[in-house]
């Protein structure tokens, strides 16, 4: 029986699940097996998972499209290992990540872990923006997996792992469309188990975003926490409202500049000027860090409108029904 059971689900990524099965054949751990949920794809990775049967413990299942959630609930109850770990297909794994795992939990046993994303030499500029803003402290305070944070670590579904006593408890994944990663990282706390960080367990997330599908991203990301904070009571922190409060300072300071003097711009330029800064320093690129301030401005105002119209939308809706809170 193996210690972990890697369930991956996957639409039409075929050479991305390539890139991800590569780095699990590296492993210098060999204690898991892999499952890979195919969710109704039309360009299927059956061929790409042949490449790879040999090399691990692989098993490959198609099933009709009901999304990413329902897909990771269908592979954790056909796995067999004594913790799931949960990647996304457009990850990718350094070689001693399971070996990491198991000596941290080891050392320290968990209900239920998660760990953080990198990005590597060969991502993109874009990509490695992305990644910065996504895990910086100055974006989202940390929020995402680091020691330095401004609230409890809350696993993300891209590099998540729990018991299977946490699966049969929990149920696994609700069908929330956005923020279900989150929802059930609340609920596994809310049921007594213990959740942790384990730095070492990072993943390399290429993500495969342009700017018109980040910002459509992130606004979903600000439209689920407001969700959240209703399916949740007590779960919103000021963190999570601090994008909403950025969207109001940029409407806040423009007017300010029209009608008053364009020295009120300062503190939103020594913040971008403190952002690229940190970024340099962070990622050693003049173009990275140039790229980051486009981005991170998309990511804050992007969340931080999409919080505000869940917020105004949902308080003329009938605030007790959960088909409505679920859709987003």
């Known amino acids: 029986m193996p210690f972990f059971s890697v369930v991956i689900p996957v639409y039409n990524r075929p050479g991305e699940l390539r890139d991800l099965l590569l780095s699990l054949s590296l492993q210098t751990s060999r204690n898991f097996e892999v499952l890979v949920v195919e969710d109704g794809s039309s360009l299927t990775c059956d061929q790409v998972v042949e490449e790879f049967k040999e090399k691990m413990a692989l098993r490959y299942f198609f099933k009709?499209?009901?999304?990413q959630s329902d897909s990771r609930n269908y592979g954790m109850r056909r796995a067999e290992g004594k913790y799931f770990v949960l990647l996304d297909s457009d990850c990718i794994?350094?070689?001693?990540?399971?070996?990491?795992?198991?000596?941290?939990?080891?050392?320290?046993?968990?209900?239920?872990?998660?760990?953080?994303?990198?990005a590597l030499p060969d991502f993109s500029i874009f990509q490695k923006a992305v990644n910065y803003s996504m895990t910086s402290f100055l974006t989202t305070?940390?929020?995402?997996?680091?020691?330095?944070?401004l609230e409890s670590f809350k696993p993300r579904s891209f590099n998540m792992g729990f018991s299977r006593i946490v699966f049969e408890k929990t149920g696994g994944f609700s069908d929330l469309h956005v923020g279900e990663d989150i929802d059930l990282s609340l609920r596994i706390g809310a049921a007594g188990f213990s959740i942790g960080f384990i730095p070492e367990a990072f993943v390399y997330h290429r993500r495969k975003l342009g700017y018109s599908s980040f910002s459509r991203?992130?606004?979903?990301f600000g439209q689920a926490r407001v969700v959240l904070s209703r399916l949740h009571r007590g779960s919103l922190k000021l963190v999570h409202t601090l994008p909403a409060?950025?969207?109001?300072?940029?409407?806040?300071?423009?007017?300010?500049?029209?009608?008053?003097?364009?020295?009120?711009?300062i503190p939103f330029a020594a913040y971008f000027i403190l952002l690229f800064v940190d970024a340099l320093v962070k990622t050693r690129s003049i173009r990275v860090a140039a790229c980051v301030l486009p981005v991170s401005f998309i990511q804050l105002a992007g969340y931080g409108l999409g919080f505000w119209k869940s917020v105004f939308i949902r308080s003329g809706s009938k605030s007790g029904s959960q088909e409505n809170m679920y859709k987003i």
């Not at 991203?217 to 979903?220: D, I, K, W």
């Open 64 to 67: 009709p499209n009901t999304g």
């Open 93 to 118: 794994l350094p070689r001693d990540y399971m070996e990491s795992l198991y000596t941290a939990l080891s050392l320290h046993p968990l209900d239920c872990f998660g760990g953080a994303d990198a």
């Open 141 to 149: 305070g940390g929020i995402r997996g680091s020691k330095r944070s």
């Open 217 to 220: 991203q992130v606004f979903r």
């Open 245 to 265: 409060f950025f969207i109001l300072g940029v409407f806040l300071i423009l007017g300010l500049m029209c009608f008053s003097s364009v020295l009120w711009g």
